[in-house]
């Protein structure tokens, strides 16, 4: 609990989106106690996608030659047809792309962003962090949030925000609508030194290899030292979990009748981590009084726009920005957040479905997607990714 006279703000996760809440609000003046259920703050998992729309939030976060230090460049987002494996359409990243959007687009390794979230909160020495705690219930007075944790640690503040997450306690106290959605799509993850992959196969592109239900992203990462690998395919097997072993063997089912490149790749991995793909249908409420959700625990959404991070890192930015727009209404601040919020972040949980259905697309679907694509423009792509990439 602070000593301090002015009740802080307090935070439930430091994930991506936590940790750029609480840097957003230390930017704005407040002091931040940020609650974490696990004993270490730290991320792990691999690499992410990351937008325009991501590092003109990072520029406002003070963090914009941070982030630019621990990117990769790629040259271009290429759409593969791991069938026939012949390309389909290829999206350059390069100078146009910076100049038509102001800012680039990366890869990073989670763990680094995360690094650089992190110690820019220490640095601020206004953000106190606690592990191994877990919120377990809060209630608004009115006047401020009281929140207690599980092993019974009691803490005040002005206001109270639910970065925890896809299973979100927070959501489930003040909106209630049960658990998330199971997409019945599975990701097995892996990351490995880029001299175990061929040389023939390192690229400096995001390739998504598109198959029928199933597909599989490559791209390399921390200055070309690291090679990620993300494999996804339908499946209704798995009930829910994440980050656990997966198998081998089900992967080589699942992907049988893939090119020999994929084949290769596949090959290459060990041990994969793996994921059960869930998400919500949008909301337009997710506050109540003093208490709101941001990221993942308000919107989350099927990883296929490569977008989730970002969102939580605009939810941070907007929020904390309109909490300062408010004065001290902080219930008026939360209700203007989700209200700017809600239909750009609903869209990206819409789109991604979508982007699956389309990287997935098997038969005529797929000769259409194939088709459709193939006389796309570079200056066509870029428009119909601005609603996106122009960011906030
Ligand atoms: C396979 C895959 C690929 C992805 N690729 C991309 C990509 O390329 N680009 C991109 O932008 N996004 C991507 N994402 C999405 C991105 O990872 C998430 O949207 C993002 O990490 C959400 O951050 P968050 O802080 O909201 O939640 P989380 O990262 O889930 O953090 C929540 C935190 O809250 C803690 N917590 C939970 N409950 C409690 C509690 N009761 N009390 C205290 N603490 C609690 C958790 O321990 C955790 O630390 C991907 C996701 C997946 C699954």
Redesign the pocket.
């Known amino acids: 609990m602070t000593g301090s006279m002015k009740p802080p703000m307090l935070i439930?996760?430091?994930?991506?989106?936590?940790l750029a809440a609480a840097l957003a609000l230390v930017r704005q003046g407040y002091e931040v106690d940020v609650?974490?259920?696990?004993t270490e703050i730290r991320e792990i998992g691999a690499g992410?996608?990351?937008g325009p729309n991501?590092f003109k939030m990072m520029e406002r976060l003070g963090l914009r030659d941070a982030a630019d230090h621990l990117a990769v460049f790629p040259d271009d987002l290429i759409l593969m047809d791991s069938v026939t494996s012949e390309e389909v359409t290829r999206i350059p990243v390069d100078q146009p792309f910076r100049d038509r959007f102001g800012y680039p687009y990366a890869l990073i390794h989670?763990a680094d962003l995360h690094k650089v979230l992190l110690d820019a909160c220490r640095d601020t020495g206004r953000v106190r962090f606690h592990g191994g705690?877990?919120?377990e219930s809060f209630e608004d007075d009115g006047d401020e949030v009281r929140v207690v944790t599980s092993r019974g640690d009691r803490f005040r503040g002005a206001a109270f925000i639910g970065?925890?997450?896809?299973?979100?306690?927070t959501r489930e106290a003040i909106v209630g609508d049960g658990r998330p959605r199971i997409s019945g799509h599975i990701?097995y993850?892996a990351v490995l030194p880029i001299a175990d992959v061929p040389e023939e196969y390192r690229r400096n592109a995001m390739i998504l290899w598109a198959g029928p239900k199933n597909h599989l992203v490559q791209y390399p990462l921390r200055g070309g030292e690291l090679f990620n690998l993300?494999a996804v395919f339908h499946s209704n097997r798995y009930e829910e979990g994440w980050n656990t072993e997966g198998d081998p063997q089900e992967l080589r089912e699942r992907f049988a009748g893939t090119c020999e490149t994929v084949q290769t790749l596949l090959g290459k991995i060990q041990t994969w981590r793996m994921?059960v793909?869930c998400d919500r249908d949008p909301i337009r409420d997710w506050s109540r009084g003093r208490v709101t959700l941001?990221?993942?625990?308000a919107h989350p959404m099927l990883?296929y726009l490569?977008?989730?991070?970002?969102?939580?890192i605009e939810d941070a930015v907007v929020l904390a920005e309109t909490l300062q727009a408010h004065g001290g209404d902080v219930a008026a601040a939360f209700q203007e957040y989700q209200k700017v919020r809600y239909l750009r972040t609903g869209k990206c949980q819409m789109m991604a479905r979508l982007y699956g259905e389309f990287y997935h697309a098997d038969g005529v679907k797929r000769d259409l997607r194939n088709q459709m694509l193939a006389s796309r423009t570079p200056a066509q792509a870029y428009e119909g990714l601005a609603w996106l990439y122009d960011g906030v």
């Open positions: 439930a996760g430091a994930g991506i989106g936590g609650l974490e259920q696990a992410i996608q990351f991501g989670r705690c877990k919120v970065a925890d997450g896809l299973w979100s306690r990701a993850r993300v994921w793909l941001l990221g993942d625990a990883q490569a977008q989730g991070a970002c969102m939580a």
